[in-house]
């Protein structure tokens, strides 16, 4: 049963490294948060802990994201306060392997999945006041190029591309601004930093020598979800540890 409470924050992929790590920081910064994700016992847990409600989908089925947006609005008096899409891919390969299969998979989880998810919460986020925020996420890789990353790279472009042009079209009602980490120890980046070695030469490349953790993404997604970045809106936001702007080395 829904219970009346101030509007929410809508976080997609809550039980993910960086959507998790998310949540906690915007319940402690004393944000309600309404989280998502497939794995019910999980989400169950975690809403639990921070006083939260929960919507489990899978949003590979139609209607996963107005599912998701009605039920959060549903229990903060018809309102979202604000929408964070913390679901992606890293997808790592040389050009020549690349399927269209892989870009097509990459652009529809990155990209159009986050604009779906503002279509299906927009309803609801401009009945917010003052305004509400989206958080979406890009990566180091637009800003800086790496090889092998054609089809995340692409992606990831049009997301940065997406978060000016719907700050420009929902401004003054809706904030949006997105984050761009470099390589962070989460469950979807395991492949990557499963070899100690690999890791270490990774985490070299960085002004500040090491690879990033959830806990260095969220404090920004919380500042940029809340009314502290009230005059925000249309920026990409680098968390990386140097990596897209600085060389100590050589």
């Given at each position: 049963?829904?219970?009346?409470?101030p509007?929410?924050?809508?976080?997609?992929?809550?039980?993910?490294?960086?959507?998790?790590?998310?949540?906690?920081?915007?319940?402690?910064?004393?944000?309600?948060?309404?989280?998502?994700g497939?794995r019910?016992?999980?989400?169950?847990?975690?809403?639990?802990?921070?006083?939260?409600?929960?919507?489990?989908?899978?949003?590979?089925?139609?209607?996963?994201?107005?599912?998701?947006a009605?039920?959060?609005?549903?229990?903060?008096?018809?309102?979202?306060?604000?929408?964070?899409?913390a679901?992606?891919?890293?997808?790592?390969?040389?050009?020549?392997?690349?399927?269209?299969?892989?870009?097509?998979?990459?652009?529809?989880?990155?990209?159009i999945?986050?604009?779906?998810?503002?279509?299906?919460?927009?309803?609801?986020?401009?009945?917010?006041?003052?305004?509400?925020?989206?958080?979406?996420?890009?990566?180091?890789?637009?800003?800086?190029?790496?090889?092998?990353?054609?089809?995340i790279?692409m992606?990831?472009?049009?997301?940065?591309g997406?978060t000016?042009?719907?700050?420009?079209?929902?401004?003054?009602?809706v904030?949006?601004n997105?984050?761009?980490?470099?390589?962070?120890?989460?469950?979807?980046?395991?492949?990557?930093?499963?070899?100690?070695q690999?890791?270490?030469?990774?985490?070299?490349?960085?002004?500040?020598?090491?690879?990033?953790?959830?806990?260095?993404?969220?404090?920004?997604?919380?500042?940029?979800?809340?009314?502290?970045?009230?005059?925000?809106?249309?920026?990409?936001?680098?968390v990386?540890?140097?990596?897209?702007?600085?060389?100590?080395?050589?």
């Amino acid at each position: 049963m829904a219970v009346s409470s101030p509007a929410r924050i809508l976080i997609y992929g809550a039980t993910g490294g960086i959507g998790e790590a998310s949540a906690r920081a915007l319940a402690q910064a004393g944000m309600a948060v309404h989280l998502v994700g497939r794995r019910g016992d999980a989400l169950a847990e975690l809403a639990a802990e921070l006083d939260a409600t929960f919507t489990t989908t899978d949003i590979e089925l139609a209607g996963a994201f107005k599912q998701a947006a009605e039920e959060a609005a549903a229990t903060g008096e018809g309102a979202i306060a604000g929408l964070v899409f913390a679901i992606g891919t890293i997808n790592i390969k040389p050009v020549g392997r690349l399927t269209r299969a892989d870009f097509e998979r990459d652009f529809l989880v990155n990209s159009i999945w986050a604009v779906e998810a503002v279509q299906a919460a927009l309803p609801f986020m401009v009945k917010h006041t003052p305004c509400a925020s989206v958080v979406l996420f890009s990566t180091v890789a637009v800003a800086q190029g790496f090889t092998g990353h054609a089809s995340i790279g692409m992606a990831k472009g049009a997301v940065e591309g997406l978060t000016r042009s719907l700050a420009a079209e929902l401004a003054p009602k809706v904030r949006v601004n997105c984050v761009a980490p470099s390589l962070t120890r989460t469950p979807l980046a395991g492949k990557l930093i499963s070899n100690p070695q690999m890791a270490d030469a990774i985490a070299a490349m960085h002004a500040m020598p090491r690879l990033g953790v959830p806990q260095d993404i969220a404090p920004v997604v919380a500042l940029l979800a809340g009314p502290q970045s009230s005059w925000m809106t249309g920026q990409v936001v680098a968390v990386d540890g140097g990596r897209s702007t600085l060389r100590t080395k050589g």
